[in-house]
């Protein structure tokens, strides 16, 4: 029976919600603290009455010392998104240290810590907030925090961070301290307090523990640690609002490509391996990872009925993992706890990864052989000394401060020495700028690129949600003026779009006086291809130089704006001639053509530059093709510098690429290589045979992944089922064997079992070299012999066998320094025209 993938609505909670609506878990202590305002105002988001601090038992305490002692309590600028909601509107900020004290009944507790990082009036700009926050003395929940710097991270306007603690019965309150560093400021907008029922995530009395994931030891969360949620993940819906979940007013998350990035990822039942990867978890700190399940698929009703294998950080969690005999029963939820800490490691913060392994090879073959998983949670644990705090995300570009004038008497005594520095300096530049200038100029001066300058990249004008990082090498881009893009593309006129993306769109276009055709791609600010990987491209592609890659001309960074120029290519991409396109079919000659082409630039990545590059982002889009064909591999925002020592063997990184074309050892593993391109080649490889995407999700389950269907397809022998009907009948064979074979050996799971791209090259010039000796061989054939005409020379038989399999023979004259060998393990006798890597300088 084919498993049935259930819709969004029907995840876990949204059935635990529709059946305890009734008798919803009522908090004890429901604090809602709105900093910095009076009176009380309802939040229409959770539907909740938040009370302000002002003139209230709740006023922050004040500490006395550094100069401005008092808070003060401020309105946040007005907003459209989320900030304009309760608690974001006002705030109370400070100099100075202050605490609130908050009498709570005991018992197990959320903490809720509100902020909305605006610019509340020049004394309290959002650069200048950097503060510590501790909670009952014992725990550290923040440590020098930057809202802005979060937020911008978090791609949100307000930042929201939720602990867990335990009220002791003596204490009866919380005290909650705001700490500024020195020079900065603290603030908050909002406090919010709620019980949690007992042990809901600590370990009751009863309970042995937790386990770790390597099984070495037990872990009991006790009253005396605290918690801070990381994730907390709807698995298969849409997010649930405070007012959505059973009374303790959490958020759960959607699963978005954050997390999941697979075929499968908008279901809550998985057919293959979906891998939820949580990116940017602090080191040294243990983490508590609570994972959901409920059975309710109908026809699963008995243990053994569904199994699989979990895996957490690379460690087997659960080696057979069945939902049924956990719970007792279809309907019915249940969790699983583990505890993680990360080994060992150089980088500042380490990924988390979550992998369901469906029906593995070890298993007896189950009823219905996929994975499920309904939510998940994971928490941060406070270390020996009560800290919870991490590091700030990496800090974006910011503008020096402005420095204050000083008063023209001081100025004037060192004005003589400063005036000479400055005429000096600025005749060095003078001359450096005229030699850069005469060294980047590539075209004549003319009327329209008279606002053209040749100049070393400059990333201070781009706002980033990244850190700045270093600035471009000096080799020179060709920096555009807006006025010019706008020339070129009669202000961004939807008649010259070419190209339509999540990152922007693509404008045909033309400079220097229109005797240049280009493309001109605009990132818009909000795409998920952001400056960091706007940044990335240009000090790539301002270093290569390569007839198989797509050449940078410029770019544009005026009034805020990303905006690349790249040589045009008339055709389009390798995509627009395979499906889904009017266009007329590529032959069989042409498509492997350019897939040598292709394979020819990234062999250079590889191996022709300074440094080994990995692309990270190869696919059949990517892969542009110019008016005579030529195939040029573009869009390097993705890629990577790779190892430059023997020693290192890949590069640990946060997965990123496309859906169908990721390498599942790299997602896997988190370790790049540039095996992990051919990979993602092979794939490229299976669309030019098939004429079809790499991911269908409307197909059968076996057929809707093309890099796993082909692959069983070539197990199977029925490689023949799957070719694009244009083709058929119209490749050789042993030509046909040959580049099937390469294609399936790019995809191997085990990386370093694929080939380099030197090998791929060389094994798609072969298939060429097989396909044209055998036309060659039938039009010698027909063009020679009469016919009662039967010529033997050297008892040489040319045979070929076309991809419908019907065979055909013809005996041809050859001299035998031309015999050319049709085998796929001989390549002695093939003419050095293919080959042209050697042969051609043009070509490496």
């Not at 008092?70 to 605490?99: G, H, M, N, W």
Request: net charge neutral; glycine share 6%; aromatic share 10%.
């Amino acid at each position: 029976m084919k498993p049935i993938l259930c819709p969004l609505y029907l995840s876990l909670f949204l059935l635990l919600i529709g059946e305890w609506r009734s008798s919803a878990y009522r908090p004890i202590d429901d604090i809602t603290l709105n900093c910095g305002s009076s009176g009380e105002q309802l939040n229409e988001y959770d539907s909740r009455t938040w009370s302000g601090d002002i003139n209230s038992k709740l006023s922050p305490i004040e500490a006395a010392g550094r100069g401005n002692t008092i808070s003060q309590s401020r309105k946040a600028p007005p907003s459209s998104s989320s900030a304009s909601q309760v608690p974001y509107t006002t705030a109370r900020l400070s100099y100075s240290e202050f605490t609130y004290k908050i009498p709570l009944s005991p018992g197990q507790k959320f903490i809720r810590l509100h902020f909305n990082p605006a610019t509340y009036n020049p004394d309290f700009d959002s650069s200048n907030s950097l503060f510590s926050v501790k909670a009952g003395g014992s725990f550290t929940f923040l440590k020098d925090f930057n809202a802005s710097v979060t937020a911008l991270d978090d791609k949100s306007e307000t930042v929201m961070r939720e602990f867990c603690v335990n009220i002791d019965p003596e204490l009866q309150s919380l005290n909650i301290t705001f700490t500024p560093t020195k020079l900065a400021y603290a603030f908050i907008n909002g406090i919010e307090i709620v019980s949690m029922p007992a042990n809901l995530y600590y370990t009751a009395p009863q309970s042995q523990g937790i386990e770790y994931l390597n099984g070495a030891a037990i872990y009991r969360i006790e009253n005396t640690t605290a918690l801070e949620m990381v994730y907390r993940i709807n698995v298969g819906g849409s997010p649930l609002s405070p007012n959505k979940d059973t009374g303790m007013y959490r958020t759960w998350d959607a699963d978005n490509d954050e997390y999941l990035d697979y075929l499968s990822k908008r279901f809550s039942v998985y057919t293959g391996k979906p891998e939820y990867r949580a990116q940017v978890q602090d080191r040294d700190f243990q983490y508590f990872i609570r994972l959901h399940f409920c059975e309710f698929q109908k026809e699963v009703t008995e243990t053994g009925d569904r199994a699989f294998l979990i895996h957490i950080a690379n460690l087997t969690a659960e080696d057979r993992a069945d939902v049924i005999k956990w719970s007792g029963g279809n309907g019915i939820p249940v969790f699983r706890d583990y505890v993680y800490i990360s080994g060992p490691t150089t980088e500042q913060r380490v990924n988390l990864s979550l992998v369901l392994q469906a029906n593995p090879s070890s298993f007896t073959m189950t009823q219905y052989n996929d994975a499920i998983l309904n939510g998940l949670e994971i928490f941060k644990l406070n270390d020996s000394n009560g800290n919870l705090a991490g590091l700030n995300p990496d800090q974006p570009y910011m503008s020096q401060p402005k420095v204050k004038q000083k008063s023209p008497m001081h100025s004037k005594n060192k004005s003589i020495p400063v005036i000479a520095a400055v005429v000096s300096t600025a005749l060095v530049l003078c001359l450096l700028g005229f030699l850069v200038f005469r060294r980047g100029r590539r075209v004549k001066d003319s009327s329209s690129s008279k606002a053209t300058k040749w100049v070393p990249f400059s990333f201070s004008t781009i706002k980033s949600t990244k850190s700045r990082g270093s600035s471009l090498p000096s080799d020179l881009c060709r920096h555009f003026s807006l006025a010019e893009i706008k020339d070129a593309t009669q202000n961004f006129n939807d008649i010259f779009i070419i190209g339509v993306g999540g990152f922007g769109n693509v404008y045909k276009g033309s400079v220097d006086g229109g005797l240049t055709p280009v493309a001109i791609k605009r990132l818009k600010p909000e795409s998920s291809q952001g400056a960091h990987e706007f940044k990335t491209e240009i000090e790539m592609l301002s270093q290569l130089r390569h007839l198989h890659l797509v050449s940078l001309v410029g770019y544009c960074t005026d009034e805020g704006e990303m905006i690349l120029v790249y040589d045009y290519m008339a055709r389009g991409t390798l995509r627009d001639h395979l499906y889904n396109t009017e266009n007329p079919p590529l032959s069989w000659d042409q498509r492997l053509q350019i897939c040598i082409g292709a394979a020819r630039g990234l062999h250079y990545l590889h191996t022709g530059a300074k440094c080994m590059i990995i692309h990270r982002d190869v696919k059949s889009t990517n892969i542009l093709l110019d008016e005579i064909w030529t195939a040029k591999v573009s869009d390097f925002g993705l890629s990577k510098m790779g190892t430059t020592t023997m020693s290192r063997t890949h590069i640990t990184t946060v997965v990123k690429g496309s859906f169908g074309y990721l390498d599942p050892e790299y997602y896997r593993r988190q370790q790049l290589t540039e095996k992990s391109d051919v990979y993602s080649f092979g794939v490229v490889l299976c669309e030019v045979l098939c004429a079809r995407p790499a991911i269908i999700r409307t197909a059968e389950k076996k057929q809707m992944s093309l890099a796993e269907w082909t692959k069983s397809c070539h197990r199977n022998g029925t490689i023949n089922q799957i070719i694009d009907p244009n083709l058929r009948g119209k490749i050789v064979a042993t030509c046909l064997d040959k580049f099937v074979e390469l294609a399936v050996s790019c995809m191997i799971d085990n990386g370093n079992e694929r080939p380099s791209m030197n090998d791929v090259v060389w094994g798609l010039e072969f298939a060429l070299q097989l396909q044209q000796d055998a036309k060659v061989c039938l039009s010698f054939d027909i063009e020679k012999m009469g016919e009662d005409e039967v010529a033997f020379i050297n008892d040489s038989t040319c045979s070929w066998e076309d991809s419908s399999g019907s065979k055909n023979s013809r005996t041809t004259k050859s001299d035998s320094s031309e015999k050319v060998s049709t085998t796929n393990e001989s390549i002695k006798g093939m003419s050095g025209k293919v080959f042209s890597q050697i042969n051609d300088p043009t070509g490496r």
